[in-house]
């Protein structure tokens, strides 16, 4: 149990700094989320940001103001229009984001 515990631990150590190196070479990180302005997504977005000031990249969240499917895909749309390279989704219904994310 314990040398599973410790390549548990060295792989998530591991995997940590691959993100890390992940984002600091893409610039910018964006997370699209089902919905904007609700208490749980607004601690998830100040999560997000502190982490990417520790990371040294612009990491932010963008939600639609209800919990629509074709909005999170226009939200999606515009994040690849401006160039963001690591787009992280909380999909409203993933069967519809999936053109978009291809």
């Known amino acids: 149990m314990k040398k599973f515990m410790i390549a548990a631990l060295a792989a998530t150590l591991m995997l940590g700094a691959s993100v890390a190196a992940m984002a600091q ?5 964006g997370v699209v989320v089902k919905i904007g302005g609700i208490p749980w997504f607004n601690a998830m977005e100040a999560g997000i940001k502190e982490r990417g000031q520790k990371l040294g990249v612009d990491a932010f969240m963008v939600g639609p103001t209800s919990a629509d499917p074709a909005l999170q895909v226009r939200a999606i749309e515009d994040l690849i229009a401006q160039g ?4 992280g989704v909380v999909p409203n219904d993933a069967k519809v984001l999936e053109p978009v994310l291809k």
């Open 25 to 29: 070479q893409a610039g910018k990180v």
């Open 84 to 87: 963001v390279k690591v787009i």
